[in-house]
């Protein structure tokens, strides 16, 4: 088992020798885990030499204000927001959106190794910022079937997705998603009104995308631009990066230096536990690629990566002696899913030794679901079973890593427990409750 990081933080900033890099068996492991989620940013280039897809994109709305003769002074030709803004301005929302269009349209079905190579590995998750179509095509190319999701700021958002597996992958496009041009974040006021939607909720992102984020324990940025002043407050307010949690992000060497260069990446040491190495993005994802497949057949070939085949995961079901009838329906539907699911009714055997069954049987399995009810509620201050086991799992759940060991599931208007007040409750009242459950168990036990 991987062992704990140290809680301490530290800043690496590394020559540009990609052997530099300290922590490639963390990475590696998380991948394999399908614990790591990637992170794209608008700042990843095609290839090593160059060729950002957003700078072609910024490239073409200054030729527009060229040719309105609009006032380019003061405007970096790579800040995007900015340009788009300017171009608003000038030419109006429809024809930002239309070079939008036409720009996401020459892109389409263009190979990049970059991407090829981050095609390879199994990621399950993958959120990006940047509206190119790079990822989604290396993913087809890789015969992959990636589920092409987007957040839209000013629109309806889906409450849950599909489920992310190595072979159908979520692909996220935080910022909209070019198909869709209103759901497009581009322009520096679009980008406060995207901000102030995530931070208001309104509307919400996915649930099962927003649990996965926020309980996420490794994420590996590429091109993110840790120096925007906006990625802050992003990632404050996905609440991503807490504690327990470790983060890798790469980005390209850059020459800018100095106290405001330093302080940003103070920030994300001290206050996200980053570590941040500075390098070719694309050689970085070259040799992550050859680590995790020594045999690969080279550049472009996505050859396929599959986790080793595992027992499906147990789960024991906690309930009041009222609700057995309710849990049987329960442990029913979790084995249907393909799940282990064990209830006392089902697995206890005459003669066995109750304490030391339970007792062993709770510490062997890999979830503890809880179902609370009135029924459960009335016997939580009596000496009882149920209240017994629910000790044993609270005790167990301190020297396992995995997270969401316990996950109490409310059946009926019952209150939640009190020590269990601090854990997220799945409510099956809902129509997607049974759903969410599964989704739950198997994401964490990396059986999705």
């Given at each position: ?247 890798f992000a790469v980005e390209t060497l850059e020459e800018e230096t100095g106290p405001s260069s330093n302080d940003a990446i103070l920030f994300y040491q001290e206050n996200f536990k980053v570590a941040t190495h500075h390098d070719d993005v694309c050689e970085f ?153 599964v989704r739950a168990i198997k994401r964490q036990a990396g059986a999705a």
């Amino acid at each position: 088992m991987e062992s704990r990081p140290a809680t301490g933080a530290r800043t690496l900033v590394y020559s540009r020798a990609i052997v530099a890099f300290e922590y490639w068996d963390k990475l590696l492991f998380g991948i394999q885990r399908g614990e790591c989620i990637l992170f794209l940013g608008p700042g990843l280039p095609l290839a090593s030499s160059g060729g950002e897809p957003q700078r072609a994109l910024t490239g073409r709305l200054l030729k527009g204000l060229d040719r309105g003769t609009g006032d380019r002074a003061g405007i970096d030709a790579g800040d995007l927001a900015r340009v788009s803004q300017r171009y608003l301005l000038q030419e109006g929302e429809i024809f930002l959106e239309d070079e939008l269009t036409h720009w996401h349209e020459e892109l389409a079905g263009q190979r990049s190794t970059l991407h090829d190579d981050l095609a390879a590995l199994p990621f399950r998750w993958i959120v990006t910022s940047s509206h190119d179509p790079c990822m989604e095509t290396a993913l087809r190319e890789a015969d992959k079937t990636p589920a092409v999701e987007r957040y839209h700021y000013r629109g309806t958002n889906k409450e849950l997705l599909p489920e992310p597996t190595i072979e159908a992958p979520v692909l996220f496009h935080l910022y909209g998603h070019a198909a869709e041009p209103r759901s497009v974040v581009l322009t520096e006021t679009q980008l406060l009104d995207f901000l102030a939607a995530l931070i208001s909720r309104n509307p919400p992102l996915p649930n099962d995308l927003n649990e996965a984020l926020t309980n996420g324990r490794l994420f590996l940025f590429l091109g993110f631009g840790l120096r925007q002043w906006y990625l802050r407050i992003l990632l404050h307010v996905l609440k991503v990066l807490r504690h327990g949690s470790r983060a890798f992000a790469v980005e390209t060497l850059e020459e800018e230096t100095g106290p405001s260069s330093n302080d940003a990446i103070l920030f994300y040491q001290e206050n996200f536990k980053v570590a941040t190495h500075h390098d070719d993005v694309c050689e970085f994802v070259k040799e992550l690629r050859s680590r995790y497949l020594p045999s690969s057949a080279g550049p472009g070939v996505a050859a396929a990566v599959r986790r080793p085949a595992s027992a499906a995961p147990k789960v024991f079901i906690c309930h009041a002696s009222e609700d057995r009838q309710r849990a049987s329906e329960i442990h029913d539907a979790l084995k249907q899913a393909g799940l282990d699911p064990w209830l006392d009714q089902e697995s206890l055997r005459g003669g066995d030794r109750w304490d030391a069954l339970i007792e062993a049987t709770i510490k062997g399995v890999d979830h503890f679901v809880v179902l609370n009810s009135r029924a459960l509620a009335a016997k939580s201050r009596e000496a009882s079973y149920v209240n017994k086991e629910i000790k044993v799992a609270l005790r167990a759940e301190d020297w396992r890593l995995v997270k969401h060991f316990i996950i109490p599931v409310k059946i009926d208007d019952g209150p939640l427990l009190e020590q269990l007040g601090g854990y997220h409750a799945v409510d099956l009242g809902r129509q997607e409750g049974m759903r969410e459950l599964v989704r739950a168990i198997k994401r964490q036990a990396g059986a999705a």
